[in-house]
């Protein structure tokens, strides 16, 4: 049986692609972009169990800073970081701390919707490490997917609300993989 975890990655992928396959299909005025934006929000970083290390499931504050380029309304570039967190673990040993954080770089769909409101998919890859981590483990690459909603105030600036998937994060040395997760809201301003 499959996670609830799983479960949502796998709706994040399918609704990324189904915001994108839609997106071909909805037209706009050709106006291309650039744009930038930051936000915040609450990511959760969970270590898997392995019965020698334990993590916990909480969810932490987040930071993202990201800038992409829009060539239409409906396609776009983007590149992000997000600070995931600060998490702690404890095995028979002793206990300790790990900070992830991902790097992102995706292609973004984009469905305008009335009242300057739009959806919006992305999809390509993370890469993820550890910092300030007691549990070694290497950085790991994985698929970045995301949904969201936004709204533009005018022709700069506008918010967005999204979840983001960023697969796994390491895939520790002990057998613990870490999956990261992120639920944001970010201001974005567009020139």
């Known amino acids: 049986m499959k996670s609830t975890r799983s479960h949502i990655k796998q709706a994040a992928i399918r609704t990324s ?54 060539f239409t309304p409906n396609w776009g570039i983007e590149g992000q970081y997000v600070y995931l967190g600060k998490y702690d673990f404890s095995t028979a040993g002793g206990s300790g701390s790990y900070k992830p954080e991902s790097w992102g770089l995706a292609a973004t769909g984009t469905i305008p919707l009335s009242n300057n409101f739009y959806l919006m998919g992305k999809l390509g890859a993370a890469f993820n490490r550890l910092s300030d981590s007691n549990l070694g483990g290497d950085n790991k690459t994985d698929v970045l997917a995301g949904v969201g909603v936004g709204y533009n105030f005018n022709a700069n600036w506008g918010i967005r609300a999204e979840y983001e998937n960023f697969g796994k994060i390491i895939k520790n040395n002990n057998g613990g993989d870490i999956k990261g997760e992120n639920w944001a809201v970010s201001v974005k301003y567009s020139f």
């Open 17 to 70: 692609l189904l915001v994108a396959f839609a997106s071909a299909f909805v037209s706009g005025p050709a106006s291309a972009q650039w744009y930038v934006g930051a936000g915040a929000g609450a990511a959760q970083a969970k270590l898997s169990s392995n019965g020698a290390v334990q993590g916990n499931d909480s969810h932490e504050a987040s930071g993202k800073i990201f800038g992409g380029y829009q």
